[in-house]
């Protein structure tokens, strides 16, 4: 069995075949999907789909949405999580955090735009006494800032490519790191020697589908003007994504489903009591 902790199952790009990839997913032991929002607009759908295929989902605004959001969306992320606190679907806030890569979230204005709304979220995520979904891109350092501000006891780093010393810090905080296709590329080397090092208690698995395809799904800029299309990642890529982290940390593939497995239920607690999972024996 093996959870995408990471997976945008409402994204655009599966409205032709949505039901049919998260089948293809479950044919290859993808048991969960967590289905991380990313505005207001999308709030009802992630639930739905998470109640359609026995998933779970996360509620809140990512940064690259910061722009076009309002205060009254934070109020509404609030009544939000008080209507589904008893939703067992309902395992995490999220995907939240900082993005400083994207130039136009790189402004002054807009850094302290994303600060606002990251903690925002977290001190809802705080009061709900749910774990985060974090986006972390150039921005860990702040990241973790808030969460000790805030007191946030759990949660992913999720697509994780800082330092160690950070990886370190996020797990001392109750964190577990999400590694998904970007450890397929050979060319990953301080990520990959990344998720050999750090224990392995501290990684979950994700694709964020449809984004961050493997290697083998991946086609350069030469090809793709030659008319090769890109790969569209899935849930269903998590398992062959699973074997190249067991062949780097010599691990068999049912020993790090069930260490992954333990591991996205212990930093989102929710999932270990949710539909159609149980824990291994």
């Not at 995907?95 to 600060?115: A, H, N, S, Y």
């Not at 780093?157 to 109750?174: E, I, P, R």
């Not at 086609?219 to 994504?241: M, Y």
């Not at 940390?249 to 159609?276: E, F, I, M, W, Y």
């Amino acid at each position: 069995m093996w959870i995408d902790t990471h997976c945008h199952l409402d994204a655009a790009e599966f409205d032709a075949d949505r039901d049919a990839v998260r089948q293809a997913a479950r044919q290859e032991g993808v048991t969960r999907c967590v289905i991380p929002a990313v505005q207001a607009a999308h709030w009802p759908q992630v639930a739905q789909l998470a109640e359609r295929h026995g998933d779970a989902y996360a509620l809140g605004i990512h940064p690259l949405y910061v722009p076009h959001a309002h205060v009254a969306d934070l109020l509404a992320l609030d009544l939000a999580l008080t209507d589904r606190r008893d939703d067992p679907r309902l395992v995490a806030v999220g995907e939240i955090g900082l993005d400083f890569f994207v130039p136009q979230l790189c402004t002054p204005d807009m850094r302290k735009r994303q600060w606002f709304f990251y903690t925002a979220q977290l001190k809802l995520a705080q009061k709900h006494s749910l774990p985060v979904v974090l986006h972390v891109r150039r921005s860990a350092d702040l990241l973790l800032k808030g969460l000790r501000q805030c007191r946030i006891a759990s949660g992913i780093a999720h697509a994780f490519n800082g330092s160690a010393q950070q990886a370190l810090a996020f797990v001392d905080m109750g964190f577990a790191l999400g590694f998904g296709g970007t450890l397929s590329y050979e060319r990953s080397l301080r990520l990959r020697r990344l998720a050999c090092d750090l224990p392995l208690s501290a990684l979950v698995l994700e694709t964020d589908a449809p984004d961050i395809p493997p290697q083998w799904l991946y086609q350069t800029a030469e090809q793709r003007a030659k008319g090769a299309v890109q790969g569209r990642n899935s849930p269903a890529q998590l398992p062959r994504i699973a074997q190249v982290l067991a062949e780097l940390r010599g691990l068999s593939l049912a020993d790090l489903a069930q260490a992954t497995c333990a591991n996205a239920c212990r930093v989102l607690p929710k999932l270990a009591h949710g539909p159609l999972y149980h824990l291994p024996p």
